[in-house]
């Protein structure tokens, strides 16, 4: 059979590009993050920094291109113009009126109405001065501007810093004239680069600031599972920081608290399997002694030892399923939506049948829930079957709250002394004939595990109330 070849267009047909052309790019952008990721900074409070430096550098460079490139070029080149102009109405004036007093009157009425200074050097030549670039643009727009004059004209920045000195060539000599530098100059162009520099330094150093906190807190949780993570208990971490943060931090205590009550509980179960396997081995042994070494052996003689070593194994198998079913937790099921009112009616009937006497089962309509439905079911179980064993009525009821479902098991049986109600779920702690003592001990893990809490308080009805709350926020 012959492999199907894709036609060429396909890939412009599906939107895709070529393979070829996929790979090449990824190898393209496989350089460039090589020697970037050599550039940037590792840690979490130098990249959060560079975040906050490139828009703020950025921005201010944007400002102040646009206050220098556009802002300060018009306003320069307006005031070049008006002295220009000024400039080229003077010489008009002079070359109309040739008079010695009636050129004096003329400079004299410029120096008190446009503030420039002029005197006139006859027969004086104009010298090209030495060309110095002044920072800004106003030398260029006032050299632009005095165009209009039609004359050559030279202009010294340097000499004066008050003043500027512009000479124009005349046909009878130089005319001098010193014009005020605050008639041209806007203003310092190093203020505003130094308040841009300034306000963008002040900024990052408090953002730096903030940067730092939040950093902190991040780095105080690294080192606590770091620390957790090779045994050292160090107890609870305070949360702090941003709200993200401090859930972290809320939820790796939850975690650790669970994971120290997971130990706790494991350790005390190996405790009591080498205890409670202890007397069935030693029967056994002691079976296994008895029984004659030498002689004919007759099946009915050795009878009733069988039978004892058939129920000490039978007994040992019993508590390896109960110690099996506590370390597994039901942790293999995957959670799933399920409808909990007809889970309940499913369990009560199965407690119905192995011999229950329900006075009610009720269920307010609820959403369905997120859970993993064959441990909910074997909670409920054990609940219902502990409150048939010790009780003659149960009443099953599930409650739909704001944040959470709650359902509640009572009977009327003789109950939990108050001082007891906690001690019984731990392992090997509930006292009851025929069982391993892990029936509470793994449905409180059970309900744990899905965020919720299993109690026992005082019943109505004279006995027990078990009560299982479990959070909305598994509900979808």
């Known amino acids: 059979m012959s492999a199907i070849q894709e036609p060429a267009g396909a890939a412009r047909l599906t939107g895709q590009a070529p393979p070829e052309r996929r790979q090449g790019r990824r190898r393209w952008l496989g350089g460039l993050e090589r020697p970037l990721r050599r550039v940037l900074p590792r840690s979490l409070l130098g990249r959060s920094l560079l975040i906050v430096l490139i828009p703020l550098v950025v921005t201010q460079g944007v400002s102040l291109q646009l206050f220098y490139g556009s802002h300060l070029d018009i306003v320069s080149r307006r005031l070049s113009t008006s002295v220009a102009g000024e400039v080229s109405q003077t010489l008009l004036l002079l070359d109309r009126y040739r008079r010695p007093a009636d050129q004096a009157w003329i400079m004299a009425t410029a120096s008190d ?13 104009l010298e090209r001065p030495k060309l110095f670039n002044i920072i800004g643009p106003m030398d260029e727009e006032l050299s632009a501007a005095l165009q209009v004059i039609r004359r050559p004209f030279t202009m010294d920045w340097h000499s004066d810093p008050h003043v500027v000195k512009i000479h124009v060539q005349l046909q009878g000599g130089v005319l001098d004239i010193d014009a005020p530098r605050k008639r041209l100059d806007v203003g310092p162009i190093y203020l505003f680069v130094a308040w841009n520099a300034g ?74 399997v080498s205890h409670d396997l202890r007397t069935p081995l030693t029967r056994l042994r002691l079976s296994l002694a008895m029984v004659p070494q030498h002689g004919a052996l007759h099946a009915e003689e050795l009878a009733p030892e069988i039978s004892e070593m058939i129920a000490d194994v039978e007994e040992m198998e019993r508590m390896i399923e109960g110690y099996l079913g506590f370390a597994r937790g039901e942790g293999s099921e995957q ?46 179980a054990n609940l219902l079957d502990n409150a048939r064993r010790h009780g003659g009525r149960i009443s099953l009821v599930a409650m739909l709250e704001e944040r959470a479902v709650q359902i509640v098991v009572d009977d009327d049986g003789p109950g ?48 027990l109330r078990a009560r299982i709350r479990l959070p909305l926020q598994n509900s979808l």
């Open 335 to 380: 959670s799933r939506l399920i409808d909990l009112p007809a889970l309940l009616d499913e369990v009560a009937l199965s407690a119905s049948r192995a011999g229950a006497l329900f006075v009610r089962v009720l269920s307010t309509p609820m959403p369905e829930l997120m859970l993993r439905p064959m441990a909910i079911r074997r909670v409920l």
């Open 113 to 125: 109405q446009y503030q420039l200074a002029m005197r006139l050097r006859p027969r004086a030549t």
């Open 199 to 272: 306000s963008a330094l002040l900024l990052f150093l408090v953002a730096a600031l903030f940067m730092r906190i939040q950093v902190r807190a991040i780095r105080r949780l690294a080192r606590a599972a770091e620390a957790f993570g090779m045994g050292q208990e160090q107890g609870t971490i305070r949360p702090e920081g941003a709200q993200e943060v401090r859930k972290a931090a809320s939820a790796f205590n939850r975690m650790q608290e669970r994971i120290l009550r997971f130990v706790a509980q494991r350790t005390a179960m190996l405790a009591g």
């Open 416 to 463: 939990i002394p108050g001082d007891r109600r906690e001690t019984v779920f731990r392992p090997f702690e509930s006292g009851a004939t025929g069982g391993t003592g892990l029936g509470l001990t793994i449905a409180r893990d059970i309900v744990r595990a899905h965020g919720g809490e299993l109690s026992l308080e005082n019943s109505p009805m004279g006995g």
